[in-house]
């Protein structure tokens, strides 16, 4: 079971930015996959995650701004990042959620991640 992150970087305060989450060893059709987050000094904040049946849910301060999706054929999750904030800043995670097909913000594995930094 592997997740490899990608997609992050610095930007401004308003820009955007899409990661990526490689999947492989298991298939999206059947595991929900969750996106977190971790700051320094700060706890571990699960963004959103995509069920098995592609139904989302969201932390509501990223509702309207970010979006997950994901590309079933190319076991890839994506997380699209817009109107982004400096308190948007931390390293974010994909994750393989503990409840399989449905999101519980458990997660049994996740990706070493990618830094994101917005500045102000």
């Known amino acids: 079971l592997r997740l490899v992150e990608s997609g992050g970087g610095l930007v401004q305060s308003g820009g955007s930015l899409r990661l990526s989450c490689a999947v492989s060893?298991?298939?999206?059709?059947?595991?929900?996959i969750g996106w977190f987050r971790q700051a320094p000094g700060k706890e571990r904040e699960t963004v959103g995650c995509?069920?098995?049946?592609?139904?989302?849910t969201y932390l509501e301060s990223v509702k309207g701004r970010f979006t997950i999706s994901k590309d079933n054929a190319k076991n890839t999750v994506f997380l699209q990042m817009n109107t982004l904030k400096p308190e948007d800043s931390a390293v974010y995670h994909c994750?393989?959620?503990?409840?399989?097909?449905?999101?519980?913000?458990?997660?049994?594995?996740w990706g070493q991640g990618t830094q994101v930094t917005v500045s102000s």
């Open positions: 995509i069920s098995a049946a592609g139904t989302t």
């Open positions: 060893g298991w298939d999206l059709n059947t595991y929900a």
């Open positions: 994750a393989a959620d503990r409840g399989l097909e449905s999101c519980t913000s458990e997660y049994d594995a």
